[in-house]
């Protein structure tokens, strides 16, 4: 999960009309640098080919190197993709081969693929991705991801050599990283280039336009080397109030928006309207930041929050049914340790670990207290994530009943900087490689590691994990890791979430199979399928 700059934007239906002027055969267009780019980027929006999406938030960079994006699917491609059970599969790669020491990696690619300007994709534009994932100059958020790559080389025109300095097992799902073009930072500071915020890829759509933190516009590349979209435009526009996307849905002023749990029964009563539900690996936490205060130095403090937690409550109450417990990262994923403990609802042992690590009521005022110290914090949250806020509310209210002093703070995304929380109502979760999502949040050094967490197990399991190729022992070292994590946790487990999904019924396409990902990121994954009636 990534911090998003938000902004409070309520569109009535002049608004929404005004956005989208050219829906009804107007034009729209990026800033040119000349007429001739100004004549090439005009597209028409024609309202009856246009998909109208109302995202939560918007991408603040357009460049997958620098970071992952809610659309970077649509605008770009990787030498691999992943199928409709998650597994990575050849994309502009169309074979690899891996020696027999497990170091090395050969893809030959395609020689069909063309960037969104018209030039052809070569075996140089992979070799700059990757070496600028890895280079320390530049910004990637990504990098935790490619530190095995000891070095990328060129065989021949259509071939490349990937050499790690150690076996990593997650490699094949790592390359699904988009492809950018060399060209297109030839001089230029990378992490400043023009191209962040006006990409060119090699995806189904192309860049059209963006207006920050507020509308992006994406129209057809016809190309495009796989399956042509039957969808012309894409228009995603930022509505982070929940009841503004599900009032545009019911209106069709939208046509896809994903949507809160206490919104179902009111959208599926609409004839207009068709709520998907979809599996995740996406769960909810509470992140103990260990940065912001010392209160959660005492792991039997973190261990009573845990069990003073009643996940079925969450499940059946604030998320109507629509998830499950949760108790590790793992849960959904093939390398779950279920042995592990699961801190099933017990407030009297909750009240016992308490007492164990000294926390009292000594003044009688019904808060408990250590050496003058009160046992009180500040829970963060999204104020525009409707369970986020219901789950931190519900949690301070549970936790009242032991004795502590947890107060709410419900902010609006641009105001919390999650390193700064005490703790934090957290999102994760990726229906990938088990590494994906455990070695960057749980090891010391990961670059997600926002509550500064660290367990030398931990770290070692992960560590061991992420370069072991039998399938057998990287099972026992993620086992491993889930018992550490449970015994010391740095997150409060809560609840596994469905992604929901409104459509209007004029879309089809939308398939359900696939295991989507946090905020049921991954919706778009077979986009060129969809259609408009």
Not at 220 to 243: M, S
Not at 340 to 359: C, H, I, P, R, T
Request: proline share 3%.
């Amino acid at each position: 999960m990534k911090t998003k700059k938000l902004i409070s934007l309520v569109l009535c239906s002049a608004t929404l009309l005004a956005l989208l002027a050219g829906c009804g055969g107007g034009e729209v267009s990026k800033k040119p640098s000349n007429d001739e780019d100004s004549k090439a980027n005009e597209i028409s929006l024609d309202r009856d080919n246009t998909l109208i999406y109302g995202a939560e938030s918007m991408d603040s960079q357009f460049n997958p190197v620098l970071g992952s994006m809610h659309f970077g699917d649509l605008l770009f491609r990787g030498l691999m993709t992943t199928d409709e059970n998650c597994q990575p599969q050849c994309d502009i790669a169309t074979s690899y081969k891996i020696s027999d020491d497990l170091l090395e990696y050969t893809f030959k690619i395609r020689d069909d693929v063309l960037f969104h300007d018209g030039t052809k994709l070569t075996i140089e534009d992979v070799i700059f991705t990757l070496k600028s994932v890895i280079d320390e100059k530049i910004n990637s958020s990504q990098r935790d991801g490619f530190l095995q790559i000891e070095n990328v080389e060129k065989v021949d025109d259509t071939s490349l050599r990937i050499t790690l300095n150690e076996p990593f097992p997650a490699l094949l799902d790592k390359l699904t990283i988009g492809i950018i073009p060399e060209h297109c930072f030839e001089g230029k500071d990378f992490n400043t280039a023009d191209f962040n915020m006006e990409p060119v890829g090699c995806g189904p759509y192309k860049f059209v336009s963006y207006e920050t933190d507020s509308k992006l516009v994406l129209t057809r590349f016809n190309d495009f080397y796989g399956d042509t979209a039957k969808i012309e435009n894409i228009v995603c526009l930022c509505l982070p109030d929940y009841n503004v996307r599900a009032l545009q849905l019911s209106t069709g002023e939208i046509d896809l928006a994903y949507i809160e749990p206490s919104q179902v029964e009111e959208l599926e009563a609409n004839k207009d309207t068709t709520v998907y539900k979809i599996d995740t690996a996406d769960y909810r936490c509470v992140m103990f930041n260990f940065g912001a205060t010392d209160l959660f130095d005492d792991v039997k403090v973190r261990q009573a929050l845990c069990y003073a937690t009643d996940r079925k409550a969450v499940v059946d109450s604030i998320v109507h049914g629509y998830g499950v417990a949760a108790y590790s990262p793992l849960q959904l994923n093939k390398f779950n340790n279920d042995s592990v403990e699961k801190y099933d609802y017990n407030l009297d042992k909750a009240k016992s670990l308490l007492d164990e690590a000294g926390w009292t009521d000594s003044d009688g005022d019904s808060i408990r207290d250590k050496n003058g110290e009160k046992l009180a914090f500040t829970l963060t949250t999204p104020v525009s994530d409707e369970v986020r806020v219901n789950i931190a509310t519900y949690l301070v209210s549970e936790w009242k009943k032991l004795g502590i002093d947890c107060k709410v703070d419900a902010l609006d995304w641009s105001a919390i900087d999650i390193t700064k929380c005490e703790a934090f109502v957290l999102g994760w979760g990726s229906p990938f490689d088990a590494d994906n999502d455990t070695y960057r949040l749980f090891c010391t050094t990961g670059t997600d590691n926002y509550g500064l967490y660290s367990n030398d197990t931990v770290d070692e399991t992960l560590k061991k994990a992420r370069i072991t190729s039998d399938k057998g022992e990287r099972a026992g070292h993620y086992a491993e890791f889930q018992e550490a994590l449970a015994k010391d946790p740095a997150y409060d487990f809560i609840c596994y979430l469905t992604a929901l999904y409104c459509a209007n019924t004029r879309v089809s396409g939308i398939k359900t199979t696939k295991i989507l990902g946090h905020h049921g990121a991954g919706v778009f994954w077979n986009i060129e399928e969809w259609e408009l009636n």
